[in-house]
Every structure is written in structure tokens, then in C-alpha cells.
């Protein structure tokens, strides 16, 4: 099966319904395990991206929330929240079919705090520097439930099963 173009013509298939030129393609053991366009437009939830909504469907369909073992096809170089969750999932490979300097003639997505272009400037702030306003309103009953989470895992502080290096 060709993982890439099943990716474009998720994608190009949302374009069609009025859904926003992304798609994402999760693969397993050579079998497609999960998939989704991105559904942004048809829901209005901002977090509704195509790697997000794969990453959700393949999880559970694997009962776990790590993808160690697949390679995840996406139409274009993750954005930063769906980049995270990437990093986050740990999956083997992440294949991505365009870059935004190759569709920004054709989409752009810039948003009140969030630009491409400076977001990872904008990131590397402080977060009393960032132009998204933030207050900081430390709680020690907020750090204790950590502390009970740690006492209810045996003491350790990382999720078990959590892939590391």
C-alpha cells in the first residue's frame, strides 16, 4: 500500500468537503492502524488536527499512549501542538510530504498569538515574556497532587511503559 498518497488523498478528499488541506496516516507492521483529515473546520475545535485526531484513534486502538513500532505519515511539517504530541507518542518515524515555505503561496494559518513563522521564538520566552498573557499563581495543593500521584506509583516520578533512550 502506497501510505503516501492514501495522505494526499485523505487530504485532498477533506479539501473537497470544505475540511482545511491536512491528513495523517499512522502505520503499523505495514497495515494502516489509524487515519483522520483534519476535522478543524467541521467541528470548530482548535485541536482538532489531523495528527492529533490519528495519534487519539491509534492509541486507543493500541490501548496504550505509545506509538513506538509505527511510522505516521503527515501532509506537512507538524505545527507546534501537533509536534509535541508527536514527540510525545514516540513513534519510530514521522513522514512529512510538504513543508510550510512550499504551501505558504497557497494556506496560511496565522492566528492572534500564533504565527508559524515566530512561534518557536515566541516559545523560547519566558512565559511572563510571551504575547499570549499568562499569571502565575502558585498553589502548594497544586504541586501536592504530583506528590500524590508519585506516593500512588510506587514512588516513581515518569509513567511506567514510557519509552526512553
Given at each position: 500500500?502506497?501510505?503516501?498518497?492514501?495522505?494526499?488523498?485523505?487530504?485532498?478528499r477533506?479539501?473537497?468537503?470544505?475540511?482545511?488541506?491536512?491528513?495523517?496516516?499512522?502505520?503499523?507492521?505495514?497495515?494502516?492502524?489509524?487515519?483522520?483529515?483534519?476535522?478543524?473546520?467541521?467541528?470548530?475545535?482548535?485541536?482538532?488536527?489531523?495528527?492529533?485526531?490519528?495519534?487519539?484513534?491509534?492509541?486507543?486502538?493500541?490501548?496504550?499512549?505509545?506509538?513506538?513500532?509505527?511510522?505516521?505519515?503527515?501532509?506537512?511539517?507538524?505545527?507546534?501542538?501537533?509536534?509535541?504530541?508527536l514527540?510525545?507518542?514516540?513513534?519510530?518515524?514521522?513522514?512529512?510530504?510538504?513543508?510550510?515555505?512550499?504551501?505558504?503561496?497557497?494556506?496560511?494559518?496565522?492566528?492572534?498569538?500564533?504565527?508559524l513563522?515566530?512561534?518557536?521564538?515566541?516559545?523560547?520566552?519566558?512565559?511572563?515574556?510571551?504575547?499570549?498573557?499568562?499569571?502565575?499563581?502558585?498553589?502548594?495543593?497544586?504541586?501536592?497532587?504530583?506528590?500524590?500521584?508519585?506516593?500512588?506509583?510506587?514512588?516513581?516520578?515518569?509513567?511506567?511503559?514510557?519509552?526512553?533512550?
Open positions: 500500500m502506497d501510505f503516501v498518497q492514501r495522505t494526499i488523498d485523505l487530504a485532498r477533506n479539501v473537497a468537503e470544505g475540511g482545511r488541506p491536512f491528513a495523517t496516516v499512522v502505520v503499523k507492521d505495514g497495515e494502516v492502524l489509524a487515519e483522520s483529515a483534519n476535522k478543524v473546520a467541521q467541528t470548530g475545535d482548535p485541536t482538532a488536527h489531523a495528527e492529533i485526531l490519528a495519534i487519539r484513534e491509534a492509541c486507543t486502538r493500541l490501548g496504550t499512549e505509545h506509538l513506538t513500532g509505527t511510522t505516521i505519515y503527515v501532509l506537512a511539517h507538524p505545527c507546534p501542538m501537533c509536534l509535541g504530541s514527540y510525545y507518542c514516540s513513534p519510530d518515524e514521522v513522514v512529512f510530504l510538504t513543508t510550510r515555505e512550499a504551501y505558504a503561496p497557497h494556506y496560511v494559518d496565522d492566528r492572534k498569538y500564533f504565527e513563522a515566530t512561534f518557536y521564538e515566541e516559545f523560547a520566552k519566558p512565559w511572563d515574556e510571551r504575547r499570549l498573557p499568562m499569571r502565575y499563581e502558585p498553589r502548594e495543593e497544586a504541586v501536592a497532587v504530583y506528590r500524590s500521584w508519585q506516593q500512588a506509583n510506587g514512588g516513581r516520578r515518569s509513567v511506567a511503559g514510557a519509552p526512553v533512550q
